[in-house]
């Protein structure tokens, strides 16, 4: 059984940076898309970074050039790092694994089964 819990998140400052833990059981990473997600109350779910089995990483485009996320296989880990934070960053920020087809096209995540419960994410301006 897959298994995502993620940790890191917090309050910080505008222009602060956070990195956001994943840790994983249950699963083989070079089969799944690994993806994060954020939801912020009224809008839906946004994809904001993946990353396939082939080891290509994809960025939603309000994140681009600020986050990376990274694999560590050995520890069973999915990192985001998060520069430059602004205040339209805050969000929950969830986890999320399955294989699906279409692993570089970033959506609100629904053909994702796997989950994690969330971290939330707070930057004040």
């Known amino acids: 059984q897959v298994q995502l819990a993620e940790s890191g998140g917090g309050s910080v400052n505008s222009g602060g940076s956070l990195r956001l833990s994943c840790a994983s059981s249950g699963l083989t990473y070079r089969t799944y898309c690994l993806a994060w997600f954020r939801k912020t109350p009224g809008k839906e779910r946004e994809g904001v970074a993946s990353g396939d089995p082939d080891g290509n990483t994809n960025y939603a485009d309000s994140v681009k050039g600020r986050v990376t996320i990274s694999v560590d296989s050995a520890k069973n880990t999915l990192d985001l790092e998060i520069n430059s934070l602004e205040p339209a960053d805050t969000a929950v920020y969830y986890c999320?694994?399955?294989?699906?087809?279409?692993?570089?096209?970033?959506?609100?995540?629904?053909?994702?089964?796997?989950w994690g419960t969330g971290t939330q994410v707070t930057v004040s301006s």
């Open positions: 999320a694994a399955d294989r699906v087809p279409r692993c570089g096209i970033l959506t609100a995540g629904y053909e994702f089964n796997y």
